[in-house]
């Protein structure tokens, strides 16, 4: 049972911008991580972003600065606003989430991108340049 649904994938030139959904509902919950990987054609998936309970962000060197992910306040959406995309950006763009590790006061933490368990359909971004 599919319970992460990605949209908003597409075309775009160099320089373009682009914002994923993903409906994440079911892991609403203060445990719980959501990320946003990529992997293209005969590369290895790679973690993009990731965003805790208390919506603390982590970025790959690659995207940082240029990429955002966000969460609604309900907690039942995260998004990935892409912005100066390159041609290099071009892949599948995944969904995932997982159970963190728990840091005390509350918090939970998303070290590792082993801790992603649950995975999207995944959204194809395409840019060219």
């Known amino acids: 049972q599919v319970q992460l649904v990605e949209s908003g994938g597409g075309s775009v030139q160099s320089g373009g911008s682009l914002n994923l959904s993903c409906e994440a509902s079911a892991y609403r919950y203060n445990a719980y991580c959501l990320g946003w990987f990529r992997q293209a054609p005969g590369k290895e998936r790679e973690e993009v972003a990731s965003i805790n309970n208390d919506n603390t962000a982590t970025y790959a060197d690659s995207v940082a600065g240029r990429f955002t992910i966000s969460r609604d306040k309900a907690k039942t959406m995260v998004f990935l606003q892409m912005n100066s995309l390159k041609p290099e950006d071009t892949a599948t763009y995944h969904c995932?989430?997982?159970?963190?590790?728990?840091?005390?006061?509350?918090?939970?933490?998303?070290?590792?991108?082993?801790?992603?368990?649950?995975w999207g359909q995944g959204t194809q971004v395409t840019v060219s340049s």
């Open positions: 995932a989430a997982g159970r963190g590790v728990y840091a005390g006061d509350g918090n939970w933490n998303c070290p590792l991108p082993s801790l992603f368990t649950d």
